[in-house]
């Protein structure tokens, strides 16, 4: 699961290795599945780390 700005998680699906999170049914704006992180390469998968890593620390504190 990875937490994005909802403005670019459509630009992140690429509907084989990510997805957008689905809970009860209804699609969850900025967060999204990693359906295969085995099967991405180590490149993606770091990409998109830092993505969330970025995400997260923009957000106001707690």
């Known amino acids: 699961m990875l937490r994005v700005d ?3 998680a459509a630009e992140l699906v690429d509907g ?3 997805e957008r999170m689905v809970m009860r049914g209804k699609e969850m704006n900025g967060w999204l599945f990693v359906v295969d992180a ?4 180590d490149a993606a998968l ?3 780390v830092a993505i969330g890593v970025d995400y997260a ?3 106001p504190p707690k």
Do not use: C, E, N
Not at 38 to 41: E, F, L, N, Q, W
């Open 16 to 18: 084989v290795h990510v």
């Open 38 to 41: 085995a099967g991405s390469s």
């Open 57 to 59: 620390r923009s957000l």
């Open 46 to 48: 770091k990409r998109h």
């Open 6 to 8: 909802p403005a670019r």
